[in-house]
């Protein structure tokens, strides 16, 4: 199997999880959990900020920072906007399942003081590109909203066709122009038993990777270019979480397939 391609892990404990060590990187962390009502999962943020998604289902989210009760509202990412929540650093962190249960994922990345704890209400909303590149893109923690160094979005991706494309990078520290940061996609789809393809490269081909990814996969995107494609008959969810030395999001396009973009 691909080192880029984690599989959820059903089970006791989270369903998946990717630590700085276990990506070979500095920056993302990034764990989903399934809590049908009733169960806890617990969890310290440390030396860490955390943006909390409610994927779907609802939760209670309890720390020192408050309770907030009923997160969340849809059945699946797919019929529903976004509800998340911000928590700083050196918080410890209780997340119960609703009645009915609740999918969450948590987005983790080293932080010194971090912002203020809150509900991330209303994200907006933007459509990107045209015709088979149409895409849904959702900003819950992007750089209008305050936080240290994360920086997390949703997209929807229609069935048949493209998204975050043209291919793009975003693997140096070179800004105004480009910055460094790590990410990875968590990936849904439906109906459940489709597909997704993911393309990971490097413009010299040391890094080329053609992805086969499934309904709760996670690829990670330690640099290169990269595009994800929803085949004819299934939708394509994915939650980015990204981090890096500088909170923003600088992108360059592969120079090959940078025309696209023009009217």
């Known amino acids: 199997m691909s080192r880029l391609l984690v599989h959820a892990a059903p089970g006791p404990g989270p369903l998946l999880e990717v630590t700085p060590e276990s990506a070979g990187w500095r920056h993302v962390g990034f764990t989903v959990a399934q809590l049908p009502g009733g169960q806890v999962f617990r969890c310290h943020t440390a030396d860490r900020e955390l943006c909390l998604v409610v994927v779907e289902g609802r939760c209670h989210v309890r720390s020192e920072h408050g309770e907030w009760r009923d997160l969340g509202e849809r059945a699946d990412p797919f019929s529903g906007r976004p509800h998340a929540a911000y928590l700083p650093p050196n918080t410890a962190l209780e997340v ?88 990875t996609y968590y990936h849904r789809v439906r109906p459940s038993q489709g597909f997704a393809l993911q393309r990971v490269y490097t413009g010299d081909g040391e890094l080329d990777e053609t992805l086969a990814v499934r309904d709760r996969d996670v690829v990670l995107v330690p640099r290169g270019y990269h595009t994800v494609s929803a085949p004819p008959g299934y939708e394509v969810y994915y939650l980015n979480v990204m981090a890096g030395p500088t909170r923003e999001w600088a992108i360059a396009n592969d120079p090959d397939h940078e025309w696209l973009l023009q009217p």
């Open 96 to 183: 119960e399942g609703a009645a009915g249960g609740g999918e969450v994922a948590l987005c983790f990345a080293p932080a010194r003081s971090g912002a203020a704890a809150r509900i991330l209400e209303s994200p907006p909303v933007e459509i990107r590109g045209r015709g088979a590149q149409e895409r849904e893109v959702r900003a819950i923690l992007m750089g209008d909203r305050e936080a240290e160094a994360l920086l997390v979005c949703e997209v929807l991706t229609p069935a048949g066709h493209w998204s975050s494309y043209p291919p793009h990078k975003h693997d140096r520290d070179a800004l105004p122009d480009e910055s460094y940061l790590e990410e």
